[in-house]
């Protein structure tokens, strides 16, 4: 079983529409947890932290349940811009490390 | 800021060779630097966490001898692939940690 496992997609949506992404981590040790950006042949960027007591930014919203591991990304009012690969990170409390899950794409489209 | 540069930004090599990739954090010092790879379609693999002054530690799978890890400076890390082979093409990532990673933008590697 993967550390982090989430639907590898692709998530095809018209622009304006509401797109919600999941993910699952296996460590119940787990500390920390973030879901990163990547855009084709291009580095991973930190799209937000996440916390139990959920968090947003602006059209994105991250939430986290600890009870059953489970981390969730939503996204209102697609753009086209929004279009990449969506990675659930998660930090290991013990040695600091990051585990990447594979990633879910998202397409928007006009 | 937080910026991480990776050099070069894409490398083309025959099979035996070695080649160096250079990790460098631009205006903070970073003791710990991360080497990740990935490949096609798959997720960020980390490699090994290079510390400053110290011998690197690598993962589970990622043979020290072939991928050598230099951490001379708090601001430089190094990774060499060593008789690169076809098999070891692959987009490399470092990152460097100041409270969160902070990632390069990646090292294509192709080997012939």
């Known amino acids: 079983r993967k550390e982090v496992e989430q639907d590898p997609g692709p998530f095809n949506v018209p622009e304006g529409a509401t797109v919600a992404f999941n993910c699952t981590y296996s460590?119940?040790?787990?500390?920390?947890f973030f879901w990163y950006r990547q855009d084709c042949r291009k580095e991973p960027k930190l799209l937000m932290s996440?916390?139990?007591s959920g968090n947003e930014d602006g059209r994105f919203t991250a939430q986290l349940n600890r009870a059953s591991q489970y981390i969730s990304l939503l996204i209102r009012d697609s753009k086209l811009s929004d279009s990449a690969t969506y990675l659930c990170v998660v930090k290991e409390w013990d040695t600091g490390k990051l585990i990447f899950g594979q990633g879910t794409t998202l397409q928007v489209k006009p | 800021g937080a910026v991480v540069s990776q050099h070069p930004s894409w490398v083309i090599c025959k099979s035996g060779t070695s080649v160096k990739i250079e990790c460098r954090s631009l205006d903070f010092q970073a003791t710990t630097m991360f080497w990740y790879r990935q490949f096609p379609k798959q997720s960020l693999m980390l490699m090994a966490t290079s510390n400053e002054g110290s011998k690197a530690t690598y993962e589970q799978g990622v043979e020290k001898d072939k991928f050598l890890i230099n951490h001379a400076s708090l601001t430089l890390s190094t990774l060499t692939v060593t008789s690169a082979h076809p098999e070891d093409s692959s987009f490399y990532i470092c990152?460097?940690?100041?409270?969160?990673?902070?990632f390069g933008p990646g090292t294509r590697l192709t080997v012939l």
């Open positions: 460590n119940s040790a787990s500390q920390s």
């Open positions: 990152s460097a940690l100041k409270v969160a990673q902070f």
């Open positions: 996440v916390y139990s």
